[in-house]
């Protein structure tokens, strides 16, 4: 059990009724805090589930006048901010329809702070952070067509790899080869005037 609560992502102050409640309560003091001049530190997070997750491990501190969170929400908000910056620059759309539906940035970087495998799926069961009683075959579903079309796109990205990786391994075949070539030319080369010389 204690490992199980060590993976646990910070405390949070959702409260009894969960993200539902704590939506509307949340959407007065974002409003509050704007009319202050408070910089919102979420801005950059638009998807509900990430944008949820670190809000509620958010606390406004009324003496201070901002919003505080701990050092383990901080280390998951730069592991985000991290995957989705490496989204933005890698995927082709061809490679995120490719991508299961749970192979998001979010989980991407709760894996990594959670010392898992990156691409782990999350486990069955209820999804991380969205509340309501979301199971996973309702948050993440994919349609028949959806599933097909990614398995095919997987296959089309496997058989480019192949044909790269063949093309790459020919074009250092045939450098090899000239290199050879070259060695023995020159090795013939200088023994034909070693044997013509006087």
Same mark, same amino acid.
């Given at each position: 059990?204690? @490992?199980?609560?060590?993976?646990?992502?910070?405390?949070?102050?959702?409260?009894?009724? =969960?993200?539902? =409640?704590?939506?509307?309560?949340?959407?007065?003091?974002? &409003?509050?805090?704007?009319?202050? =001049?408070?910089?919102?530190?979420?801005? *950059?997070?638009?998807?509900?589930?990430?944008?949820?997750?670190?809000?509620?491990?958010?606390?406004? $501190?009324?003496?201070?006048?901002?919003?505080?969170? $701990?050092?383990? #929400?901080?280390?998951?908000?730069?592991?985000?901010?991290?995957?989705?910056?490496?989204? &933005?620059?890698?995927?082709?759309?061809?490679?995120?329809?490719?991508?299961?539906?749970?192979?998001?940035?979010?989980?991407?970087?709760?894996?990594?702070?959670? @010392?898992?495998?990156?691409?782990?799926?999350? !486990?069955? @069961?209820?999804?991380? $952070?969205?509340? $309501? =009683?979301? #199971?996973?075959?309702?948050?993440?579903?994919?349609?028949?067509? *959806?599933?097909? *079309?990614?398995?095919?796109?997987?296959?089309?990205?496997?058989?480019?790899?192949?044909?790269?990786?063949? *093309?790459?391994? !020919? &074009?250092?075949?045939?450098?090899?080869?000239?290199?050879? &070539?070259?060695?023995?030319?020159?090795? !013939?080369? !200088?023994?034909?005037?070693?044997?013509?010389?006087?």
């Amino acid at each position: 059990m204690k @490992g199980l609560q060590e993976r646990n992502m910070g405390c949070h102050h959702l409260g009894s009724r =969960g993200y539902a =409640g704590k939506r509307s309560i949340w959407a007065k003091e974002d &409003a509050e805090h704007e009319s202050l =001049g408070i910089p919102d530190p979420l801005a *950059e997070f638009t998807i509900p589930q990430e944008r949820d997750i670190i809000r509620a491990r958010y606390h406004w $501190d009324p003496v201070k006048k901002v919003l505080e969170t $701990d050092a383990v #929400t901080t280390e998951f908000m730069r592991l985000l901010k991290e995957q989705l910056k490496i989204v &933005a620059k890698s995927d082709s759309p061809s490679e995120v329809l490719a991508r299961p539906k749970w192979d998001t940035p979010f989980n991407r970087a709760l894996n990594i702070l959670k @010392g898992l495998t990156v691409d782990i799926r999350p !486990s069955y @069961g209820r999804v991380h $952070d969205v509340g $309501d =009683g979301a #199971t996973w075959k309702k948050y993440y579903r994919e349609t028949t067509e *959806e599933r097909k *079309e990614r398995r095919r796109l997987n296959e089309e990205n496997i058989d480019k790899k192949v044909e790269i990786a063949i *093309e790459k391994k !020919s &074009a250092e075949t045939v450098k090899a080869a000239v290199a050879a &070539a070259k060695e023995e030319i020159a090795a !013939s080369y !200088s023994a034909l005037q070693k044997n013509t010389l006087p």
